[in-house]
């Protein structure tokens, strides 16, 4: 059951992983959210047997390994203009002309930049010991959230057939 949408707003996402640890958490599920699309009631999604509580649009699911990065990468990646995905390129657009909108107007309660975006509105959510049990859950979020791409729902990720993350193949499909 989801909290209620103002305590929610202070979570961006219920539950979500509030002790993540680089060294300890090896592989990790993190999420982008529109800070300019707010929901008026929790936006709900389940994934097996839990249930995930939106305040905001989510916008773009990925992964991770400990130790690593990797939901930093996004944004520089678009910013230095080496995204080739033309969803993230069409999302992180839209992102980046709300801020400078948010910065001109001095809306104290949006982020002004990128770099206070990703430290409030780019959220941890879940953390994985087993490779198998990460993208079993990544590919069951963006399939019950829904991508641009297959216009059933926010995501900009990319749905392929083939994925690899180190030595782990398999066909099933998942986004790179």
Not at 5 to 12: C, F, G, S, V
Not at 44 to 73: D, L, M
Not at 93 to 99: V, Y
Not at 136 to 160: R, S
Request: some cysteine.
């Amino acid at each position: 059951m989801c909290p209620n949408i103002h305590l929610l707003k202070t979570y961006k996402v219920f539950p979500r992983k509030l002790n993540f640890n680089y060294v300890t958490d090896a592989f990790f599920i993190y999420i982008y959210l529109n800070p300019f699309v707010e929901f008026q009631t929790p936006k709900s999604y389940k994934i097996g047997n839990r249930e995930f509580c939106f305040a905001y649009e989510p916008i773009y699911v990925g992964k991770g390994t400990g130790a690593g990065y990797r939901h930093n990468q996004h944004l520089s990646t678009f910013i230095r203009g080496n995204e080739n995905n033309s969803f993230k390129v069409q999302v992180f657009s839209e992102l980046q002309n709300n801020l400078a909108d948010a910065a001109s107007k001095q809306e104290r309660d949006k982020p002004w930049n990128f770099d206070e975006y990703q430290k409030q509105y780019v959220v941890i959510l879940e953390t994985f010991q087993d490779p198998r049990a990460l993208l079993d859950f990544e590919m069951k979020l963006i399939n019950n959230i829904g991508t641009l791409k297959d216009q059933k729902g926010p995501l900009a990720n990319k749905i392929v057939n083939a994925y690899k993350f180190g030595n782990l193949s398999n066909g099933r499909q998942i986004e790179l």
